[in-house]
């Protein structure tokens, strides 16, 4: 199961730090993504690590502004998100690759066990 949390309304420019909380999963399961789904939109990948490695990738509208990072003892993946946008308003979900290796490209599809989501709001 994962769980996700850390959510809330921001202006424009202000950060948010997110965090999934991550139990359950089987032990070969390595990456761990963020994703967010803006009303009549897509679910689409936000970034994702993996576990064992930190190995990250992040999609290019958040290159620079967003950063991913993992904390094995706690078994945590966060998503620090600096200088927010009002195009990052969304419900943000943390999911699990659904195989060993699936997640490389961190594209939604390839992804399962989702928690409830977050919503993220910035107001301009």
């Known amino acids: 199961q994962l769980v996700e949390s850390g959510g809330g309304l921001v202006q424009s420019g202000e950060s948010l730090r997110l965090s999934c909380t991550v139990s359950g999963l089987s032990s070969d399961i390595d990456t761990i993504g963020w994703f967010r789904q803006a009303p009549g939109k897509d679910r689409e990948g936000v970034s994702c690590i993996t576990m064992n490695f930190g190995i990250t990738n992040y999609a290019n509208s958040v290159k620079g502004r967003f950063t991913i990072s993992r904390d094995n003892a706690k078994n945590t993946v966060y998503l620090q998100m600096n200088s927010l946008k009002p195009e990052d308003t969304a419900v943000y979900y943390c999911?699990?690759?659904?195989?060993?290796?699936?997640?490389?490209?961190?594209?939604?599809?390839?992804?399962?066990?989702w928690g409830r989501g977050t919503q993220v709001t910035v107001s301009s």
């Open positions: 999911g699990a690759e659904l195989k060993p290796g699936w997640g490389q490209f961190c594209h939604p599809a390839d992804f399962g066990s």
